[in-house]
């Protein structure tokens, strides 16, 4: 899907391996959210995703370069579409309160949790990092 509503053109993806979406219960997604954009000095970059993991509690990584970022994270939702409207909104809401460059999303990918472990995933709780690329 290269353009969804709200204006976001780059990479979508969304897997529901489970089979359903809604039913109003609330299931784990594994997001991966990627920012591109000019060139900051790689030293803001990195404590601004440190803040956005204190932000954010659900944060497992972040990888940075000067002018890019992508960070990983389960997300709580009864389903995909939630999942991935959060995930969308997610560098912009925190933007301000951790620091974060004015960068846009390119990639996103919203995966169930069964997709991935069957991808070879780790458990849900991984100790959070923050390093470059």
């Avoid at 458990?123 to 923050?130: D, F, I, R």
Wanted: charged residues 25%; aromatic residues 8%.
């Amino acid at each position: 899907m290269d353009e969804i509503a709200g204006g976001f053109r780059g990479r979508l993806r969304a897997v529901d391996g489970g089979g359903g979406f809604g039913g109003g219960e609330e299931r784990l997604w594994h997001v991966t959210v990627t920012v591109a954009g000019p060139s900051v000095p790689t030293d803001e970059v990195r404590a601004g995703l440190e803040r956005l993991g204190l932000d954010h509690p659900f944060l497992m990584s972040g990888r940075y370069a000067s002018d890019r970022a992508e960070v990983r994270y389960w997300e709580e939702a009864p389903d995909v579409h939630d999942a991935l409207a959060m995930a969308l909104r997610l560098w912009g809401e925190h933007r301000n309160s951790a620091g974060l460059p004015n960068w846009s999303v390119v990639g996103l990918e919203v995966v169930d949790r069964e997709t991935y472990r069957q991808r070879g995933g780790q458990t849900p709780l991984v100790s959070p990092g923050v390093r470059p690329f």
